[in-house]
């Protein structure tokens, strides 16, 4: 909606608000409209996700282990669970 273009008449939007722009949608494009160009953007953000959270998940796990100083890994992982549910 941000981004829409202006029709043949100057200064008049194609959509007046989002539910009128998802009726045009699945319309004129017909229900798969609504997800067209979704596999491009999965593509470009997933691979930034699974650095994101690989690097996140080692450097709790090595903070862990330099806290716990290698020594009751598993029960220094139960209480930091524990205290970050609660």
Do not use: W
Request: charged share 20%; aromatic share 12%; net charge positive.
């Amino acid at each position: 909606m941000q981004n829409q273009r202006l029709t043949a008449t100057v200064y008049e939007v194609m959509y007046r608000n989002s539910f009128d722009c998802f009726r045009k949608v699945i319309k004129h494009e017909g229900f798969f409209g609504l997800y067209r160009g979704l596999i491009p953007q999965v593509v470009g953000v997933a691979p930034e996700k699974a650095i994101k959270l690989t690097a996140s998940d080692e450097l709790f796990l090595h903070l862990l282990r330099r806290l716990c100083n290698h020594q009751c890994l598993f029960v220094c992982l139960f209480v930091c669970h524990t205290s970050l549910v609660q």
